[in-house]
């Protein structure tokens, strides 16, 4: 068990709606990071956050927005959702923000967009 | 050019057959090789974890740097069907906000 809990397991939408997946990290971890993986493109880095502060952003829609709350949980917003959003979720955690620190991750959140 | 190449495969092997996974990469400012398995339908966990150019050995399993050709390997010893998983290598470097993984390759040990 990584420590990292992701919320909820599986989600099934239609296109045009908007869902909030959860993530706590693993305690004592400061920075999140959110990923997107399908299968033709691996795992994807959307966004980082450190204490409560955004601190990269990857390849991530102005559709999708993240944030992280005080008390270290995140959540990753996606609206005006379409097919091509179909994809697994992941929620990782570091105890630094810099490189060299070895991510922890959550089980994840499918999520399937019809 | 991306950061992370990796063969997708998928690859298949016998039970105790010797693997062998690999992994290029661009950045000459990684030092730090990482590793991670993902099993089906859960999320990837850290296997090995590597700093600089060399060699390190966890029970059956070799993680081999040379950055002098950028290049990443793992070798797994007298495989079993437990091993059987997506492996995904992920190269890293100081001040980085983010881990660059590559696309995995997807492992099966037939037993």
């Known amino acids: 068990d990584s420590g990292v809990t992701q919320t909820p397991k599986h989600l099934i939408t239609a296109t045009g709606q908007r869902v909030t997946l959860r993530c706590s990290p693993r305690?004592?971890?400061?920075?999140v990071y959110w990923y997107q993986q399908s299968l033709d493109q691996g795992l994807q880095f959307l966004i980082q956050y450190y204490n409560g502060e955004e601190r990269a952003k990857g390849n991530i829609l102005e559709r999708f927005s993240a944030q992280q709350f005080p008390d270290l949980h995140s959540e990753l917003n996606l609206s005006s959702l379409e097919l091509g959003d179909s994809a697994l979720y992941f929620c990782?955690?570091?105890?630094?923000?810099?490189?060299?620190?070895?991510?922890?991750f959550g089980n994840g959140t499918r999520l399937t967009v019809t | 050019q991306k950061e992370v190449e990796q063969d997708p495969g998928p690859l298949s092997v016998p039970e105790g057959a010797i693997v062998s996974l690999n992994c290029t990469y661009s950045n000459s400012a990684f030092q730090y090789f990482m590793w991670y398995r993902q099993y089906s339908r859960k999320g990837p966990e850290l296997l090995m974890y590597t700093y600089s150019s060399g060699n390190k050995e966890d029970g059956r399993f070799t993680a081999q740097v040379d950055k002098s050709s950028k290049y990443i390997s793992l070798f797994i010893r007298d495989s079993q069907p437990s091993d059987s998983a997506t492996y995904l290598c992920?190269?890293?470097?100081?001040?980085?906000?983010?881990?660059?993984f590559g696309t995995g390759t997807r492992l099966t040990v037939i037993p």
């Open positions: 992920a190269p890293d470097q100081t001040g980085a906000n983010n881990l660059f």
């Open positions: 305690s004592g971890d400061l920075s």
């Open positions: 990782a955690s570091s105890a630094r923000q810099g490189g060299g620190s070895p991510l922890h």
